[in-house]
């Protein structure tokens, strides 16, 4: 059985940075992507970026430029840094892992517990 475990969330003022880490344990390497996908409340669940057991990333336009998904294939652990962050970006922010392509139509094998993102003055 997989477990996605994630941490790095917290209280961050617009135009700060957070980094947050998503480590997987247990028999992944079936599965070739993990992303992340962010839901706030009232607005649709967004997948934010992904990436595949190749290397090859994809942002959603919301954040690219600003949001940089990477990932440690000895520690099993994705990352997603997050710079200029803005007040739109409040979510939660859940670790995902699966199919690539599955992935671009919001469907997951497993999915983190969530860690909550807060942009705030």
């Known amino acids: 059985q997989v477990q996605l475990v994630e941490s790095g969330g917290g209280l961050v003022q617009p135009g700060g940075s957070l980094r947050l880490s998503c480590a997987a344990s247990?028999?992944?390497?079936?599965?070739?992507?993990m992303g992340w996908v962010r839901q706030a409340p009232g607005k649709p669940r967004e997948l934010v970026a992904t990436?595949?057991?190749?290397?090859?990333?994809n942002y959603a336009d919301t954040v690219k430029g600003r949001f940089t998904i990477s990932r440690d294939n000895a520690k099993n652990t994705v990352y997603l840094q997050m710079n200029s962050l803005k007040p739109e970006d409040t979510a939660v922010y859940y670790c995902?892992?699966?199919?690539?392509?599955?992935?671009?139509?919001?469907?997951?094998?497993?999915w983190g517990q969530g860690t909550q993102v807060t942009v705030s003055s």
């Open positions: 990436v595949t057991s190749r290397g090859k990333t």
């Open positions: 247990g028999s992944i390497f079936s599965f070739n992507a």
């Open positions: 995902t892992l699966g199919d690539s392509d599955a992935m671009k139509r919001y469907e997951f094998d497993y």
